[in-house]
């Protein structure tokens, strides 16, 4: 890679941190799509600076043919078609080469809603799965926290323990782009993370007793970098509980709990802009996935309720 591709990059996404507070997860998804596009341009002995369109939109059809997947092209034209305008907003290109390309249409598929069944088989494998009694409060108040919110993993996994102090109802989450928002807590929610807060502050106390090390902030404290719990532990953890419930752990997900929470609301009568905001959505075309739902919904009540309807 080239020094000027690399400060390209670099500057870019550390503009997309402060102006619009992407998360690094965030910024770590543009620096790959934009790596493979610099990748690609460097064995046809060029760089993003002299790069112009048709050797974007060959690109695009190189992705093509190696049988990308629509979403994943449309992705990598939107994080290049965003390094340009920073580029010409900086003025290291006086044109923006990516402007006028179009990419392929970015479909929106229905997401594979758990069943209730499968979400309670969830909730009791939770109670019962692990090899302590402390392994087990903390897996049941991740699963109840996951089910009762629709937090997506990262704020599941990062929630301060600050925030759950006191038996609250509410729970405050700072979502992406450092956007705040409040979500209500069951009981059983808030039955969990008690239960799980006796034992963490009991650990927490003879960890300081022990080493004078400082109690974590977090309220799934871990020795790892991150100093909480990280996704890939949460998502091996969730794939346990779903072989632990007798159901089939490749159509389990942290992302899955989130759509369950979301279809389950709107069956029973949540309207789509309250399922928003819980949501984290900052755009309602985003929760309108779920429209399907409602549809559905719509249908049969003509079909049980409209007198024409009747046999």
């Known amino acids: 890679m080239t020094t000027a591709d690399t ?5 870019f996404l ?3 941190a402060a102006e619009q507070g992407a998360a690094r997860n965030t910024q770590l998804a543009y620096g790959r799509d934009l790596n493979d596009v610099q990748a690609y341009l460097v064995r046809h002995g ?28 449309a992705r990598r034209l939107s994080a290049v078609k965003q390094l340009y305008r920073f580029a010409h907003e900086e003025g290291w290109r006086s044109d923006n080469p990516a402007l006028q390309i ?3 249409t970015k479909r929106a598929s229905l997401p594979d809603a758990l069943s209730m069944a499968d979400v309670d088989a969830l909730l009791e494998a939770s109670e019962t799965y692990g090899k302590t009694a402390a392994d087990r409060a903390r ?3 991740l699963m109840q926290l996951l089910y009762a919110t629709g937090l997506r993993v990262s704020e599941l996994v990062s929630l301060t323990v600050a925030a759950v102090r006191g038996d609250p109802q509410m729970l405050l989450v700072r979502g992406k782009g450092n956007k705040e928002r409040l979500v209500p807590l069951s009981r059983p929610a808030r039955a969990a993370i008690t239960a799980w807060l006796a034992h963490r502050d009991a650990a927490q106390e003879a960890r300081k007793q022990e080493s004078g090390a400082k109690p974590s902030p977090f309220l799934f404290p871990s020795h790892g ?6 996704r890939v532990r949460f998502f091996t953890l969730i794939k346990e509980l779903a072989i632990a419930a007798g159901l089939d752990p490749a159509g389990i997900t942290p992302h899955s709990m989130r759509h369950a929470f979301a279809t389950h609301l709107l069956h029973n009568g949540a309207d789509l802009r309250a399922i928003q905001m819980l949501l984290g959505h900052a755009d309602i075309a985003t929760t309108e996935i779920y429209t399907h739902i409602l549809d559905e919904r719509l249908k049969r009540l003509v079909l049980d309720r409209h007198p024409l309807a009747k046999d």
């Open 46 to 73: 060029t760089g993003f600076a002299q790069a112009d369109r048709a050797m974007l939109e060959a690109y695009l059809i190189q992705m093509d043919a190696a049988g990308l997947a629509p979403a994943t092209r």
């Open 139 to 141: 897996n049941c108040c």
């Open 14 to 16: 550390a503009a997309k």
């Open 225 to 230: 970098a991150a100093g909480h719990m990280t």
């Open 102 to 104: 179009k990419g392929p």
């Open 7 to 11: 400060r390209w990059i670099a500057s």
